[in-house]
Structures are given as C-alpha cells and as structure tokens.
C-alpha cells in the first residue's frame, strides 16, 4: 500500500513540481520548505531536520543558490556556519509549491467524506508519531 502511495503521491518522480518556470525536484521543495518555515536556520539545521547528510545537503543547497532561490550567509559570530534563506523568488516558489500541495490534497480529500477525511488525518498523524519512536524508521538518508 505504501509503495502505491508513494507513486501517486510523485515521491518517485525526477521533479515533484515545476513554479516560478523552474523544474524542482522533491529533496529541493523539502529544503524549501524547511528554509521557509524556520527563522534563519543554518545549514546544518535543515539538513538535521530532513535526515540528510551534510555532504549531499551541501549539493542540493548549492543547485538552489545556482537557481536563485536560496542565500547562504556566514554567520557574524563564526563564519563557518551558513545562514540559509530564502530569496524573493524563493518565497515565490515556496508559496506555489504549497498552494499547488494544498490544491492537490484538497481535490484527493473532496473525493472522501468528512468522517472518511478525519479518520484519514488522524491515522496519518498516529503513523509519524509511531514513526517518530521507531528505532528503525526515519535514519539518515546517504
């Protein structure tokens, strides 16, 4: 069931979604949002908070400073840590890829009754709280 899941929801796919005329992969729009949601966060801490590894973390924030949407800038304190943004076309992108979620998820919902639509949410959020206490699940990706 997961496996189909993750196929309907795109997981699998090259580019999750295309906004601002820029094809965005998955572990992109992830950053993204992470940048979008945290105040200044550093490098480390959204890599952290993804489960990725600092080294493919580093590429993947590179590709997104390349394309305009991400500023990195040295801490003032200790210059060795990069404080992550996001530019104006960053917000830009951010809020097309959550409005474009939204829309999504709201058409999948419309098609589910309101008991139908919690019972899902509510087994969804117990799924990521057991994930959260598996000692298996969720380990860094390589």
């Not at 979008?36 to 990725?52: E, F, G, H, W």
Request: glycine letters at 4%; proline letters at 3%.
């Amino acid at each position: 069931m997961f496996q189909i899941m993750t196929r309907r929801f795109g997981i699998l796919d090259k580019n999750c979604c295309t906004a601002g005329g820029l094809d965005i992969s998955l572990v992109q729009s992830h950053i993204i949002y992470e940048i979008d949601r945290k105040p200044n966060p550093s490098i480390q801490q959204v890599a952290d908070a993804l489960s990725i590894d600092i080294t493919t973390f580093s590429r993947q924030v590179q590709s997104l400073v390349k394309l305009g949407l991400v500023q990195k800038t040295p801490l003032h304190e200790d210059r060795r840590i990069y404080i992550l943004s996001l530019t104006t076309q960053g917000k830009f992108v951010a809020t097309v890829i959550d409005e474009q979620m939204n829309d999504y998820l709201k058409e999948v919902f419309s098609h589910m009754s309101e008991f139908e639509r919690d019972m899902v949410i509510n087994a969804v959020k117990l799924l990521n709280e057991s994930m959260a206490k598996s000692s298996v699940c969720c380990t860094p990706l390589g």
